[in-house]
T-cell receptor
Framework: DAGVIQSPRHEVTEMGQEVTLRCKPI?????LFWYRQTMMRGLELLIY????????DSGMPEDRFSAKMPNASFSTLKIQPSEPRDSAVYFCASSRGTSGGITYEQYFGPGTRLTVT | SQKIEQNSEALNIQEGKTATLTCNYT??????LQWYRQDPGRGPVFLLL?????KEKRKERLKVTFDTTLKQSLFHITASQPADSATYLCAPGEYGQNFVFGPGTRLSVLP
């Protein structure tokens, strides 16, 4: 398996522009997670999906952020309009879900390094 | 509020020694805890999972303990090697809930 695939790997954009990050989870995984990582705040969960349905989006910073999962093999995270404080590494991860109340391990993609100037 | 702490931001040890990393949590009752490794420029990679009814888990040179009374997990790397240098993240999870990542400890194994 190719693992979790993210694109683009790097994105540089100007403040106010729309940014779309893409993720292809591992085939057969039914949970998908979007994280943001910065030096100051560490690894933060933004949103996660179970069977393509958003379960918890309490980590989404504000209305400028939105995420979709139209099918089991694709998800997007969109920022509109982008701001300099959105600069971070964004990770997508997938897992097999849960069993007996325990969340299975997550497999992370390589991340997208976003710079907003 | 829930809080996860990992012993220090950075830990330096000599090659061949045992590295011990600490994960403490407060206002939290995790049913399980996972440990991940993250190398610079890459996503975290899963290492081990330990459940609340397990005191200890081992995998090759890695050992994890979980003490629900002390609200602490210890992560040990025996016979450490420079290739073990990375950031290690603990991630406790409550029953039926997704887990939350701690801030991480950056380990440097010096040759």
């Amino acid at each position: 398996d190719a693992g979790v695939i993210q694109s683009p790997r790097h994105e540089v954009t100007e403040m106010g522009q729309e940014v779309t990050l893409r993720c292809k989870p591992i085939s057969g995984h039914n949970s998908l997670f979007w994280y943001r990582q910065t030096m100051m705040r560490g690894l933060e969960l933004l949103i996660y999906f179970n069977n393509n349905v958003p379960i918890d989006d309490s980590g989404m910073p504000e209305d400028r952020f939105s995420a979709k999962m139209p099918n089991a093999s694709f998800s997007t995270l969109k920022i509109q309009p982008s701001e300099p404080r959105d600069s971070a590494v964004y990770f997508c991860a997938s897992s097999r879900g849960t069993s007996g109340g325990i969340t299975y391990e997550q497999y992370f993609g390589p991340g997208t390094r976003l710079t907003v100037t | 509020s829930q809080k996860i702490e990992q012993n220090s931001e950075a830990l330096n040890i000599q090659e061949g020694k045992t590295a011990t990393l600490t994960c403490n949590y407060t206002n939290y009752s995790p049913a399980y805890l996972q440990w991940y490794r993250q190398d610079p420029g890459r996503g975290p990679v899963f290492l081990l999972l330990i459940r609340e009814n397990e005191k200890e888990k081992r995998k090759e040179r890695l050992k994890v303990t979980f003490d629900t009374t002390l609200k602490q997990s210890l992560f040990h790397i025996t016979a450490s090697q420079p290739a073990d240098s990375a950031t290690y993240l603990c991630a406790p999870g409550e029953y039926g809930q997704n887990f939350v990542f701690g801030p991480g400890t950056r380990l440097s194994v010096l040759p």
